[in-house]
């Protein structure tokens, strides 16, 4: 009789622990894969590109409930390139005050969901100690196990924009436009 009701209670919560919602799982950037570049208007005539190389981002998302997906991010500020030395100090030194301000951050504040791959991201970017929501539209590119092997990957593309003088950053207006284009290419594999 003991060993019947041991079997029916295992059974039961062999069952209810089944049913359960998967947990949230957590992912981190995984840098060989993972770009962030930005544009801005240059007199009217083109869209100077530029990049930043060093970054460190996290992603805890639960797969059955992805509107509850957090992201937090780092971007270290000294890691800000361009095709142009001259133009790479001015940026750093009068733009962005990379010693003062050695780093940006971007923290999740909501997530909802457009399609089944796409989802708007309103977060807090912090630039210079001002902070301030950012939207990001994101594309889910894909999830899965990596092929050839190698831990569980997710990878996005997410695009947004915001107005550098909402940060303080008002260096060379007119010649250089106030919108500021973010481009995001991320890949992210699962924590150990």
């Known amino acids: 009789m003991t060993f019947k009701w041991i079997s029916a209670a295992a059974l039961a919560g062999?069952?209810?622990?089944?049913?359960?919602?998967?947990?949230?799982?957590?992912?981190?950037?995984?840098p060989t894969h993972f770009s962030i570049t930005f544009d801005v208007d240059h007199l009217g005539y083109s869209h100077y590109v530029m990049r930043f190389n060093e970054s460190r981002a996290t992603l805890t998302i639960d797969k059955d409930a992805p509107e509850k997906a957090r992201v937090e991010a780092t971007i270290m500020v000294d890691s800000y390139d361009s095709n142009n030395e001259v133009l790479k100090k001015k940026v750093l030194e009068e733009a962005l005050d990379g010693v003062k301000y050695p780093e940006i951050t971007f923290k999740t504040v909501n997530v909802k969901l457009v399609d089944e791959k796409t989802a708007e991201i309103v977060g807090n970017l912090t630039i210079r100690d001002v902070t301030k929501p950012v939207t990001l539209i994101a594309k889910l590119n894909g999830m899965g196990a990596t092929p050839g092997g190698g831990p569980d990957r997710i990878g996005f593309s997410a695009l947004g924009k915001f107005k550098r003088s909402?940060?303080?950053?008002?260096?060379?207006?007119?010649?250089?436009?106030?919108?500021?284009?973010?481009?995001?290419?991320?890949?992210?594999?699962k924590a150990e």
């Open 14 to 30: 062999a069952i209810a622990f089944s049913s359960l919602p998967a947990q949230a799982e957590t992912y981190v950037e995984e």
């Open 166 to 189: 909402d940060f303080g950053i008002n260096t060379w207006v007119p010649f250089v436009g106030d919108e500021v284009n973010v481009r995001i290419e991320a890949e992210f594999v």
